[in-house]
């Protein structure tokens, strides 16, 4: 069994910073590429950043220059440290996981944590 669980989501108030983590543990093989997206109500799932098991990452344009994606290697953890924060940025953060399992790569996803931006 494979769990990807985030944490640190809160109340952060506008221009302030929050870090979040995320760690997939189970029979896991190897971790391509970890990732958050987020769901705003209303809104549909979208990418945040994304970061391959060689450090590649990738960000929404949304959020470039104020997010910083990362990850351990060894643990399979992912981190994002979220800077500058923006009252669009409230939103439910879900962690993912492309991993290979059992000869099969799969995509794995926490259950997600609240991240709200409120003056």
């Known amino acids: 069994q494979v769990h990807v669980v985030e944490s640190g989501g809160g109340l952060v108030q506008p221009g302030g910073s929050l870090r979040l983590s995320c760690a997939s543990s189970g029979n896991i093989d190897s971790v391509y590429r970890m990732g958050w997206y987020r769901q705003a109500p209303g809104n549909q799932r979208e990418l945040v950043a994304t970061?391959?098991?060689?450090?590649?990452?990738n960000y929404a344009n949304s959020v470039r220059g104020r997010f910083i994606v990362s990850r351990d290697n060894a643990d399979n953890t992912v981190y994002l440290q979220m800077n500058s924060l923006k009252l669009e940025d409230t939103a439910v953060y879900y962690c993912q996981a492309t991993a290979l399992v059992g000869g099969k790569v799969h995509d794995y996803w926490g259950q997600g944590t609240q991240v709200t931006v409120s003056s």
């Open positions: 970061i391959t098991e060689t450090g590649l990452t």
